[in-house]
């Protein structure tokens, strides 16, 4: 795991969220430099801090994690699902002019 990188993406989601690390930190019972510290890879934090940070933040575990962010994958995966529901619904005539338009759009981007 690379703390260095959980902990730059705990503070850009605090800020985000318009906490300061006092504020969080008494949300989640811990001491303001506690969370520093883990913001700055200076201490690791514990799997049920880090979820409690997680939770807060409204982060996935995976996005802290991992270089991925599985929340916008499910998003986008909801998205395409939604679409092809759409498509279905349409039938030989309209799924071809529909995919002829989207050719048209991929060839001009």
Known sequence: MNFIKIGQKIAEARIKNNKTQEGLAEELGITPAFLSNIETAKRKPSLNTLLSIADNLNLSLDYLIYDRDIQNDIHNDICI??????????????KGKFLDIVDYIAKKL
Do not use: M, R
């Open 81 to 94: 699902k939604q679409l092809y529901k759409q498509i279905e619904k349409l039938d030989e005539d309209k």
